[in-house]
């Protein structure tokens, strides 16, 4: 039988990934200990997958979890994924490296490729953009049911392809959608700036809202306005800017919001708003796109104050707090500057600043 090997069992990586391996024995590596040992022990858990007002459940074989990268013949797969989050590629054993087979890295930075490929001194390790909002939980009934349960939408999985992916692959895969290193470029485009950076937006305002999920944010007026705001000022930016499919470009902003709004999936607020400075870095989803939308002479008004609200964001619980929370102990500009690397006199700054000092939530 065909063997998968997922790197990181959190949302996507537990919660989507298995229903693209429905043909594969699947091997779950998490360094939490206690996860691992829990799936192994049931067996067996459940992942909920939405299809518009329906759930549909999937029972996943989770006999073979571990914590111990000792336990796994790394000789014996045939894919293998990386789903731990950008900041943790470089933690991840180097003796992932003995993998005979390709890697695909499911974060949401394309450079972790480059990471990854100098930290495990393999080369073919690719890109792969999981089109699709996966929650690390489930509703109160279904974790009843199944403590290691989550909800995810039925997402697009895109996995570059060098014309080295052999076609016996492709058939054992036929929900993953291979292409080019130029399809992908526009599709993690769309991804990056049409969904990451509103779906952020939307978490930090749901933060300072006090939602626990993310579609009850949605349900608020205000933030679904300053929502449908950012969509409209990155889409145009992205037509000036780019030579993507306008076609393809618009189809993709029009669902953006409806994704978001879709109460079946129980998205924790605090995971998405999760690493507000990582968020926040100068070529990233909200200040590149600020900087873009600039260069294409877009009024990014609601961006804007998305950014604000990511400023605002001071979950003590965040790995960033530290250093977010700084903002309250000294002037926004030098913070701007000394972690951000945008100048307060800047286009940029000053747009940041001029919301900053007329946030009203």
């Known amino acids: 039988m065909v063997k998968a090997l997922i790197v990181g069992a959190g949302a996507i990586g537990r919660g989507y990934v298995p229903w693209e391996l429905k043909n594969f024995e699947i091997t779950f590596f998490d360094g939490n200990d206690q996860l691992a040992t829990s799936l192994r022990e049931r067996g067996v858990y459940k992942t909920f997958m939405s299809f518009g007002d329906r759930l549909d ?61 100098g930290h495990l001194g393999k080369d ?62 526009s599709e993690w485009d769309a991804k990056l700036y049409l969904h990451n950076t509103p779906h952020c937006i939307a978490a930090f305002y749901g ?8 579609h009850e944010a949605l349900a608020i007026e205000e933030v679904s306005i300053i929502l449908e705001g950012v969509v409209d000022e990155i889409l145009q930016m992205l037509k000036i800017l780019t030579n993507h499919d306008h076609n393809f ?28 400075i990582r968020k926040l870095q100068p070529g ?27 400023l605002k964001y001071n979950e003590k619980n965040d790995p960033d707090y530290p250093i977010i929370n700084k903002i309250n102990n000294g002037s926004l500009g030098d913070f701007l500057s000394l972690h951000l690397g945008v100048q307060s006199d800047s286009a940029e700054g000053m747009l940041i600043q001029k919301a900053y000092e007329e946030y009203d939530v």
Request: with cysteine.
């Open 207 to 214: 933060y300072l809202f006090e939602c626990k999920y993310v």
């Open 57 to 117: 459940v999937m029972d996943v074989d989770s006999r073979l979890a571990f914590s111990d990268l000792n336990e796994i013949d790394l000789e014996v797969f045939d894919i293998a994924f990386v789903c731990v989050g950008p900041r943790n590629v470089e933690k991840l054993p180097k003796e992932l490296g003995k993998l005979t087979c390709k890697i695909f890295s499911l974060e949401n930075d394309p450079y972790t490729v480059k990471i990854l490929q």
């Open 284 to 310: 990233g989803r909200l200040l590149g796109a600020l900087r873009m939308c600039i260069s294409a002479g877009i009024s990014p008004v609601n961006l804007t104050k998305g950014i604000v609200a990511a």
């Open 124 to 185: 073919d390790i690719y890109f792969g953009v999981p089109d699709v909002i996966a929650s690390l939980t489930a509703s109160t009934e279904n974790l009843e049911l199944d403590p290691n349960a989550l909800h995810t939408e039925n997402g697009v999985l895109y996995l570059e392809d060098h014309g080295d992916i052999t076609d016996c692959l492709k058939d054992l895969t036929p929900g993953i959608h291979w292409i080019d290193l130029d399809q992908m470029k």
């Open 249 to 276: 470009m618009e189809a993709y902003a029009k669902k953006e919001i409806r994704r978001f709004s879709n109460n079946l999936l129980f998205d924790p607020v605090i995971r998405v708003a999760r690493e507000p």
